[in-house]
């Protein structure tokens, strides 16, 4: 089964330096791009950017360029999000997404950020 | 403001078939295949259609999508309370150099 199972929820501090993580599994992680998407509070989706794994290449959308930082680890099947400075508006739900053939998401992130 | 603008909300009751629409432009839906995601409340998004009329494995047929020129469309038949969700159109913007989302859809099933 191909799945993508992501770290649990956070709850941080304004400056404070985060990373959330999606284990990719039953599937050729290092040939598939991950894609992270932020969803706001009662809001829409927003795709953040992606990483392939196999090259850690990345694209990252204009609105989240230089605010977030993704990496890859091929020998844990692991694709990382992170932050180093939050702020209370980075209070969302993160969700990575994949698709090896098939559409998979992983189950999402809470993150709070709130002093 | 979404590069792909679509209805905030649409309603139907059960049996109707609804639409929702998705409007872009030539650098995304005008040049690239448009897909349909499904959010259930509480739960991830998941794919309803791709490839703008191509449903996956296991998505049933009252759910059909079409694309015409800059905008697509995506058809629900048989309308079931099941189908209370959100709905978002996403595309790659070849301007943007990445994945865009419509600002979505909430299905009311009245």
């Known amino acids: 089964e191909v799945q993508l199972v992501q770290s649990g929820a956070e709850v941080k501090k304004p400056g404070e330096s985060l990373r959330i993580s999606c284990q990719g599994s039953?599937?050729?992680?290092?040939?598939?791009?991950i894609n992270w998407v932020r969803q706001m509070p009662g809001k829409g989706l927003e795709w953040m950017g992606r990483?392939?794994?196999?090259?850690?290449?990345?694209n990252y959308s204009p609105s989240f360029q230089g605010h977030v930082t993704f990496s890859a680890d091929q020998s844990i099947r692991t694709a990382y999000l992170h932050w180093s400075s939050l702020q209370a508006s980075d209070t969302a739900m993160y969700y990575c997404?994949?698709?090896?053939?098939?559409?998979?998401w992983g189950q999402g992130t809470t993150v709070t950020v709130s002093s | 403001q979404s590069v792909l603008s679509q209805p905030p909300s649409v309603s139907g009751t059960p049996g109707q078939r609804v639409t929702i629409s998705c409007s872009g432009s030539?650098?995304?839906?005008?040049?690239?295949?448009l897909n349909w995601f499904q959010q259930l409340p509480g739960t991830a998004p998941k794919l309803l259609i791709e490839?703008?009329?191509q449903r996956p494995s296991g998505v049933p047929d009252r759910f059909s999508g079409s694309r015409s020129a800059t905008s697509a469309s995506l058809a629900i038949s048989g309308l079931q309370s099941e189908d209370e969700a959100d709905y978002y159109c996403?595309?790659?913007?070849?301007?943007?150099?990445?994945?865009?989302f419509g600002g979505g859809t909430k299905l009311t099933v009245l």
């Open positions: 490839n703008n009329n």
């Open positions: 039953g599937y050729s992680f290092t040939t598939y791009h």
């Open positions: 997404a994949t698709n090896p053939g098939e559409d998979v």
């Open positions: 996403a595309a790659w913007d070849d301007s943007l150099n990445g994945l865009v």
């Open positions: 030539n650098s995304n839906i005008g040049s690239n295949n």
């Open positions: 990483i392939h794994p196999g090259d850690s290449s990345t």
